[in-house]
């Protein structure tokens, strides 16, 4: 099945921790994204990229870091300067054509909690 | 600012009848408008999407329209049933977009209940 596959569903980050979330597609899609959405809020844009070894960052980037080394993954990396981390966290891709019309495809989130 | 509102009061329908959810923007020159269903402890999923150019998209028992005089998109789901139950968000690309994330914004999403 082709898709994107966000890993793991639920985790936890002690104070001071540097974790990382995995988001791989085989959807052979150029554009990824990464958004936070808290309870009752809208999504918020933290980091995307259009290329591999490419990216941008969003509207929320501060205390998060990305990497996209293949097209397939684009991992993102909660840091300890992220003082607020307790979210969900969603993925997502766009076939990246350039047209404006494009879906978003996204995975099925993780949930990120601080012990 | 670019703001997108939804109700963000839940919606409660009986079962059979048509929900109907508004999406109102503003500081916008949207060119496409979308909408998205979520479930909880889910990511969204695409239903539709609708041009400026169009008053009204249709897809099964979903309608979709987008006055852009008013700046306002409403959802209709016709027929309603309790599977129907989630939280459905509206997105829009602005007009001046050149396909890139940052113009991909969404609104805060309303949670419909349709009651048996």
């Known amino acids: 099945d082709g898709g994107i596959t966000q890993s793991p569903k639920y985790l936890f980050r002690k104070e001071g921790q540097n974790v990382t979330l995995s988001c791989e597609q085989n959807l052979n899609h150029d554009a990824m994204y990464w958004y936070r959405q808290d309870p009752g809020q809208g999504l918020r844009l933290i980091y995307y990229?259009?290329?591999?070894?490419?990216?941008q960052k969003g509207d929320i980037a501060e205390g998060y870091s990305v990497s996209r080394e293949k097209k397939e993954s684009f991992p993102l990396t909660v840091t300890s300067a992220q003082k607020n981390p307790t979210a969900f966290y969603l993925c997502a891709s766009r076939p990246g054509t350039g047209a404006t019309n494009e879906k978003l495809f996204f995975g099925s989130g993780t949930q990120l909690s601080v012990l | 600012s670019q703001k997108i509102e939804q109700n963000s009061e839940a919606l409660n329908i009986q079962e059979g009848k048509t929900a109907t959810l508004t999406c109102n923007y503003t500081n916008y020159s949207p060119a496409y408008l979308q909408w998205y269903r979520q479930d909880p402890g889910r990511g969204p999923v695409f239903l539709l999407l609708?041009?400026?150019?169009?008053k009204e998209k249709r897809k099964e028992r979903l309608k979709v329209t987008f006055d852009t005089t008013l700046k306002q998109s409403l959802f209709h789901i016709t027929a309603s049933q309790p599977a129907d139950s989630a939280t459905y968000l509206c997105a829009l690309w602005p007009a001046y977009s050149g396909g890139g994330a940052d113009g991909l914004t969404f609104g805060k999403g309303t949670h419909l209940i349709i009651q048996p």
């Open positions: 990229s259009q290329i591999v070894n490419d990216f």
């Open positions: 609708i041009r400026e150019n169009e």
